[in-house]
């Protein structure tokens, strides 16, 4: 698996549940969204103009995923809604890591690039710095149709956010392709 | 990493938030409990005790967590209460992974012993196979004190259950032993 398989796997549409753990109030927060995820290919505008933003060279982009989400958080009038960009960017010293890039439709703005890691389980990992928060996230094919993602919230003075989706693929290229994806045995 | 240290490292007392996404009905769950979670050594009873009933040589034996907890489901008078000893076995071939026997104190029983896996980002992956239902758990540690667990569950015809927990570290030889852990680096 390289980042770009991964990228490709994700493209369609997905039910997400979510649940947040904030750890020192210790309350718990439950959200659902539908997602859809767009594979975007190393030459799509939209990829051109995030490198550019970045001040990194598009020839070194590899693909990108468009993701954009609508849903609801229990018990709260809080809509789930909006939409952002991940671009990997080749490290040519180390082939399964390399810059990403995020592109938010708010005001909210990483610090800098983040970096990807896919590890030799096959799950990628994204780490993006904001000004005071560190956010570390793992995802993970469980099989081909449902996919999960831990995230973690770093302060200066520690961990204050926990959270977790399970996404089940509700259609796309890669449900059509292959039909017997539900049944598919684990990693 | 091994699993005499992830298991020492597990040693103490703990908050536990969890979450369960129900992938059918899209119900979540949610549960809070109190764990104790104990080192036990090679030669420890329990241990020998529960190679004896696997029809294992206690010679084998690595080590066990004896964890115990209690809890509740929120809006349900359901009652998680209850405790387990996990032993790792050694597997001379592959010193990252080996054999997990479990056990429990309910009627529930393993149709036979499971596998852990120590993985190169440090964490734990645990397998266990019931009559009907594979369960796979990952566990690892955000820091000293944050302790993070995932499960799946999967039935013949696919995965049913997701669930995530927040480990919060209240006390235990560990937290005595180094005070700076809440800020930690992550992994």
Redesign the interface.
Known sequence: MDITEFFQLSDGKW?S?Q?S?H?AS?Q?E?G?SNLRIEMLSKGDPVVVQLCQEYQVDPALALCGNRITWDGTV?RSEKKLKGSTVLVAIADPQTPNQGKLLLKRNQAVKPSAAGRYII???EALTLITEFETT?V?ERLWF??LN?R?R?S?L?QS???ST?S?C?E?RMGGAQAAAKSTA??AQ?R
């Open positions: 039910f549940q649940t753990h750890l210790q718990t439950i659902k229990e590890g030799t389980d560190r570390e469980a099989s449902l999960l831990t973690t770093k003075d520690g961990f926990t977790f399970s089940i539900t049944t684990p």
